[in-house]
C-alpha cells in the first residue's frame, strides 16, 4: 500500500489535497509503490496564481530590501542544509538515484539558495553616461509571478535552481514537478514554507502545484498572472510552451534536451579520458540532459580505447540507490526503462553492434527494479537515429574520426547543442576545437562539473536562455530605465 503523505500540494499558502486524479509515486529500484499525490485542479492552478500575485505585491514582501530578502534564501539554505539526509532518502527513493549523488544534489541546492543570497547582497545597479542635462540609471524590478517547471531527473537541484532567482528578484513562484518525482518538490516547499512562516513573510509566494503537464503545466503557462516561465524538460515540450508563451508575448527560458558529443583525440591521457567518458554517460544512469552519449574517438586509438571501454564498462556495478557501492542505479520509472530498451532495438535495426549491455540484468534482485545495462553501441553513422536522438539512459554510442574537420562536422551535425567533452593534452587543439563546437557547456579534461557561478544553458534545440550565475536573478526581473533632470528648464519647450 502507498502512503498518501498529509501535504500533497501547497496552494494559495495552504498545505492539501488537490482536487485532479490521485497518482502513485514507485520507487523504481523494487516496483514498490512509495506515496498517492493527488493533481492539483485547472481552478486551483488560477487559485494558486491569484494568491501569488497578491503575495508578490505584498508590502511584506514587495518593500523588502535586496539585503533583506537573501535572508529568506539564507534560512531556506539552512533548513535544507539540517534535513539533508531525509531529503537525499526520499530523492532516491523517489527517482532511483544513487544516494551519493542525492547526496550532492541536496547539498547542490543549499549551494545554490547561498550563492544566489550573496549575488543578491552584492547586486548593483549601473548609472550610465548621461547624453544631456539628466542622469539615467537602470533599475531592477520583480516581474510578479513567476511559472517553474521541472522534469524528474533531479528534482530538488533543478527546484533550487529556479526557486532561488525568482525569489531573489522579488517575485513569487508556482512550481510544477514532474509526474514521477513530486515528492522531494513537495519536501522542500514544507521548508520553504517554515521560513516564510518564520520571517512573517506571505505564505502564498510559493506554491507547489503537482499533476499533468499537459493539465496542470498548461493551466500554469497560460495564466494571465504568470509574467516568466522557466522551464527544464524535453525540447518538444519546451516548443509548446514557447508557443503559449508567444500568445501572451511573455518571456520565456528553456533548458533543454541533448546528444552531448565527448571526443577523445590521439594524444590524450587515456586513462582519465575512459574514467571521464564513463562517468559522462552512466552516471545517474544517463539520465542527464548533458550526459555524454556520443563518443568520437580517433581512428588511431579507436580499437584500443572502446575495447578498454567496454571491458570496464561491464565491470560496472548496476544495483539499488541505496548501497553505497552501486554506480548504476535503475532508471526512474518501467516506463522508461522499456523506452531506452527500444532504442536499442532501434540501434540494431538500424544495423549497431551492441559491444555490452543492451539488456536487462540477469537475477532476482532485478526482477522487480527499472533496471538497465550500461550498454556500448558501435558501427553507425552519425545520422543514424539512435546517434542523433536523445535516449536519456545509460546507452553510449562510439564512432571513429578522422580528423579535425571530419570531427567538427559530425559532432556539430545534432539538432542539439548542449555540451560537450574534449580529453586531450594539446591545449591548443583544445582551445581550438572547443570554439568550433556548437555547446552551451565545453568541458576539456573534465566532464559534467558544475559551479553555481557559471552560467549554464543550450544552444540550438538544447535551450533558450542561461540558468545560474549572478545575471540568473536579472533574468527574473524586468528592467527600468529612469532619467532624472538635472537642469533649470530641462525641455526645450519652455512654458
Ligand atoms: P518533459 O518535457 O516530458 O516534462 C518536463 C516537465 O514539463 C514536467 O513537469 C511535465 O509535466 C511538464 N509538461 C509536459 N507537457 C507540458 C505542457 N504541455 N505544458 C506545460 N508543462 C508540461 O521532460 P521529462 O521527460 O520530464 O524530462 C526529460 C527531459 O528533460 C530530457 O529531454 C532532458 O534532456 C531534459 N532536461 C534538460 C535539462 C537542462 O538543463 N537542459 C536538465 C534536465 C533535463
Known amino acids: 500500500m502507498s502512503r498518501t503523505p498529509p501535504d500533497e500540494a501547497l496552494i494559495a499558502g495552504e498545505w492539501r489535497r488537490g482536487a485532479g486524479a490521485p497518482n502513485v509515486t514507485v520507487d523504481p529500484a523494487t516496483g514498490a509503490p512509495l506515496a498517492t499525490v493527488h493533481a492539483v485542479s485547472v481552478e486551483e492552478v488560477a487559485e494558486a496564481a491569484r494568491a501569488a500575485a497578491s503575495a508578490a505585491a505584498d508590502p511584506?514582501?514587495?518593500?523588502?530590501?535586496p539585503h533583506q530578502r537573501a535572508r529568506l534564501l539564507v534560512r531556506i539554505a539552512e533548513l535544507i542544509d539540517a534535513e539533508a539526509e531525509q531529503l537525499a532518502a526520499l530523492q532516491t527513493a523517489d527517482t532511483g538515484?544513487?544516494?551519493?549523488?542525492?547526496?550532492a544534489l541536496v547539498a547542490s541546492a543549499a549551494g545554490t539558495f547561498?550563492?544566489?543570497a550573496a549575488a543578491l547582497e552584492t547586486a548593483e545597479e549601473a548609472l550610465t553616461p548621461a547624453r544631456g542635462a539628466y542622469v539615467t540609471m537602470s533599475v531592477y524590478e520583480p516581474i510578479g509571478?513567476?511559472?517553474?517547471i521541472n522534469p524528474w531527473n533531479s528534482p530538488i537541484a533543478s527546484d533550487a535552481q529556479k526557486l532561488a532567482p525568482a525569489l531573489a528578484g522579488g517575485n513569487a513562484v508556482l512550481l510544477?514537478?514532474?509526474?514521477?518525482?513530486?515528492l522531494v518538490s513537495l519536501a522542500l516547499g514544507r521548508l520553504v514554507t517554515r521560513a516564510l512562516d518564520e520571517l512573517a513573510l506571505p505564505r502564498a509566494l510559493l506554491a507547489v502545484l503537482p499533476g499533468p503537464g499537459r493539465i496542470v503545466g498548461d493551466a500554469l503557462v497560460r495564466d494571465s498572472r504568470v509574467g516568466k516561465v522557466t522551464f527544464t524538460g524535453g525540447t518538444s515540450t519546451g516548443r509548446t510552451l514557447a508557443h503559449a508563451a508567444a500568445e501572451k508575448l511573455m518571456p520565456l527560458s528553456l533548458e533543454l534536451g541533448g546528444k552531448s558529443p565527448t571526443i577523445v583525440r590521439a594524444d590524450a591521457d587515456v586513462e582519465q579520458a575512459l574514467a571521464g567518458v564513463m562517468f559522462g554517460v552512466f552516471s545517474s544512469s544517463g539520465q542527464s540532459c548533458i550526459a555524454g552519449s556520443r563518443l568520437f574517438v580517433a581512428r588511431e586509438l579507436y580499437e584500443d580505447f572502446v575495447g578498454e571501454l567496454v571491458r570496464r564498462t561491464q565491470k560496472l556495478r548496476v544495483g539499488p540507490g541505496t548501497d553505497p557501492a552501486t554506480q548504476v542505479a535503475p532508471l526512474v520509472h518501467?516506463?522508461?526503462?522499456?523506452?531506452?530498451?527500444?532504442?536499442?532495438?532501434?540501434?540494431?535495426?538500424?544495423?549497431a553492434r551492441v559491444l555490452c549491455g543492451g539488456a536487462v540484468p540477469d537475477g532476482p534482485q532485478y526482477a522487480d527494479g527499472a533496471y538497465y545495462l550500461p550498454t556500448v553501441l558501435d558501427g553507425l553513422a552519425n545520422t543514424a537515429r539512435t546517434c542523433q536522438e536523445e535516449i536519456f539512459g545509460p546507452v553510449l554510442v562510439a564512432l571513429p574520426f578522422d580528423d579535425e574537420d571530419d570531427l567538427v562536422a559530425q559532432a556539430n551535425d545534432s539538432v542539439y547543442g548542449l555540451a560537450c567533452g574534449i580529453w586531450t593534452r594539446d591545449h591548443r587543439a583544445a582551445w581550438r576545437l572547443a570554439r568550433r563546437i556548437d555547446a552551451g557547456t565545453v568541458w576539456i579534461n573534465t566532464y559534467k562539473q558544475f559551479s553555481i557561478s557559471t552560467p549554464f544553458g543550450g544552444m540550438k534545440d538544447s535551450g533558450l536562455g542561461r540558468e545560474k550565475g549572478r545575471d540568473?536573478?536579472?533574468?527574473?526581473?524586468?528592467?527600468?530605465?529612469?532619467?532624472?533632470g538635472t537642469a533649470e528648464s530641462p525641455l526645450p519647450w519652455a512654458t
Open 472 to 484: 540568473g536573478i536579472r533574468a527574473h526581473q524586468r528592467q527600468k530605465a529612469l532619467y532624472w
Open 176 to 182: 510544477k514537478p514532474a509526474e514521477w518525482t513530486p
Open 97 to 103: 538515484k544513487a544516494l551519493t549523488e542525492t547526496r
Open 145 to 148: 509571478v513567476v511559472g517553474a
Open 114 to 116: 547561498r550563492y544566489t
Open 334 to 351: 518501467h516506463r522508461h526503462r522499456d523506452a531506452v530498451a527500444g532504442y536499442v532495438d532501434l540501434a540494431r535495426s538500424e544495423g
Open 60 to 65: 511584506r514582501w514587495r518593500a523588502l530590501l
